[in-house]
């Protein structure tokens, strides 16, 4: 049962574009949402995170966005840089200490 | 500040050897810990995680465990590998407040020949 879901396994933005990845979750009692970044052989490295009861978070270039009622999250990335290529990880928590981690997608910035 | 330790970064064990992965974490007291594996191609599946000394969860059943000896420290094992455990396998730390966010040591990459 894949509670935490990234559609897009991966995606392809140009530089100095507007980058959009995408998750969705099916456990209503989830209330607080992380984005992370992740380079291969390496851990991953948090990037910004939402409270459910906001619905919008900014942190420079990265901007994450909830809608609770269709149980999505996305994280902007403006303007995307070639450093931001990388893989994308949202996760999810609440109600336990457990983090739920979706699959990932592969963001390429193309200069 | 707080750090998190995990070693080797890279391990190569034939099938049927035991397995002992550990990870301590710096500058922090009671912290929440976690066992994550990455397989090839796939996202960040939890393994196991504990609230305190002792006390483990077992998210998925498989090959292995996990142990808290002390406070800060998180140890992974195997009393025989098999060719599916292979993957990145990652500690990671929570503050023990509650929602927090989640950090992540540098890896230990296995391969099981």
């Known amino acids: 049962d894949q509670q935490v879901k990234q559609n897009s396994p991966s995606l392809s933005v140009q530089e100095g574009r507007i980058s959009i990845l995408n998750c969705d979750y099916t456990?209503?009692?989830?209330?607080?949402f992380l984005w992370y970044k992740k380079y291969p052989a390496e851990g991953p490295t948090f990037l910004i995170s939402i409270s459910s009861i906001k619905d919008k978070n900014e942190d420079g270039r990265f901007t994450v966005f909830l809608n609770k009622s269709a149980k999505h999250l996305s994280l902007h990335i403006v303007p995307s840089q070639p450093g931001d290529s990388a893989v994308y990880f949202c996760a999810a928590s609440g109600g336990t200490y457990k983090y739920i981690f979706g699959t990932g997608t592969r963001l390429k910035v193309l200069a | 500040s707080q750090t998190i330790h995990q070693w080797p970064a890279t391990l190569v064990q034939p099938v049927g050897s035991p397995l002992s992965l550990e990870c301590t974490v710096e500058?922090?007291?009671?912290?929440?810990l976690y066992w994550y594996r990455q397989a090839a191609g796939r996202g960040l599946q939890l393994l196991f995680y504990s609230v305190g000394i002792g006390q483990i969860s077992s998210e998925v059943p498989q090959n292995l465990s996990a142990s808290r000896p002390q406070d800060r420290q998180f140890i992974l094992s195997s009393k025989k590998l098999l060719l599916s455990d292979s993957g990145f396998y990652l500690c990671?730390?929570?503050?023990?407040?509650?929602?927090?966010?989640?950090?992540f040591g540098s890896g230990t990459q296995l391969s099981v020949l």
């Open positions: 456990n209503s009692m989830f209330d607080y």
């Open positions: 500058g922090t007291s009671n912290p929440n």
């Open positions: 990671a730390w929570s503050d023990r407040r509650g929602n927090e966010k989640l950090f």
